[in-house]
């Protein structure tokens, strides 16, 4: 089959397409034939090998020279070509999306814990930008409430634009932090108000906010502090751009926020894990189905200009999602 691989660390010219053979499932695993395969920030962290600090603290995923798993990719939409003999939920033939490793390929080996079958709204590329974004906007957004304010920092990016739509389904009042082309974007989505980064410093405003979503990771834990209400949530999650290697990155944010989490009353502050889980998607795949989120495709590529859409995503912060295409 066809993939695209990496060997080492480094900018998007170390992916190659190439044949490669195909994976065979576990027991508890669906092969997938891929239609679609969305392009996130872990796929340039993990290429790169960036920030240098992941490659030690997490060994699993980040070799000496490069990745574990060589190819690259997460997100996936397709159809069921064959199960585990552990597996009843799904069989050949089905619609499906999800979340595993090496999901630029043709085939794409998938735990049944990480598929759902896919909404009949979405076509292939709509569904392959939902698993990592959307469930990780949703599962950032545990600790809010019908009725509160909500702040998304980094609202016209992959997560930012999900999490937008899913706290108004759950009847938030959202202020979504982009730039200015992206204005109008967040405004289609929902969101009640609207801060120009470029022009406008939230963290000196006057508002006040039940929950903060940082997606971005370019602020001190005091100013994303600053604008929470005394009781309020601060939720971390990454973030980053890419300039070509760094040594923290926003790592260092995620360890002074755990180590404050333990401190402070005066807020609450968590640190976002986002594990795929099927009934995650299967709860995405809902509010899909009923219009209430929609994924937002600012391109397309086919499999074989793998890096030029990852080098779009590096370089022009593209907006919400950027999908290949078999």
Known sequence: MKAIVQDRYGAPDVLELREIDQPAPGASDVLVRVHAAAVNARDWHLMRGDPYVARLMDKST?????????????????????????????????????????????????????????????????????????????????????????????????????????????GAEV?????????????????????DYTTTDFTRATAQYDVLL?????????????????????????????????LIGPVGLIIRGTLLAKLTRRHHI??????????????????????KVVAVVDREYPLAQAAEAIRYLEVDHARAKVVLTL
């Open 62 to 170: 980040f070799g000496r020279r490069g990745p574990r798993q060589p190819v690259r990719g997460s997100d996936f939409a397709g159809v069921v070509e064959s199960v585990g003999a552990g597996v009843t939920r799904f069989k050949p033939g089905d619609r499906v999306f999800g979340e595993a490793d090496g999901a630029f390929a043709e085939f794409v080996c998938a735990p049944v814990t990480s598929v759902a079958h896919l909404p009949a709204a979405l076509t292939f590329g709509q569904a392959a930008a939902f698993p990592l974004a959307a469930n990780t906007a949703l599962m950032g957004l545990r600790a809010l409430e019908a009725g509160q304010h909500l702040l998304v920092n980094g609202a016209s990016g992959g997560v930012g634009t999900f999490a937008v739509q899913i706290a108004k389904a759950y």
């Open 175 to 195: 202020t979504a932090v982009c730039s200015t082309r992206n204005v109008d974007l967040v405004r289609e989505l929902g969101a009640d108000h609207v801060v």
């Open 214 to 246: 940082d997606l971005v990771g370019n602020r001190t834990l005091r100013d994303l502090r600053r604008p929470l209400k005394p009781g309020g949530t601060l939720v971390l999650s990454g973030g980053g751009v890419s300039r070509g290697g760094s």
């Open 270 to 291: 968590e640190v976002l894990e986002a594990v795929p889980r099927a009934d995650n998607l299967r709860a995405l795949a809902d509010l899909a189905e009923t219009g």
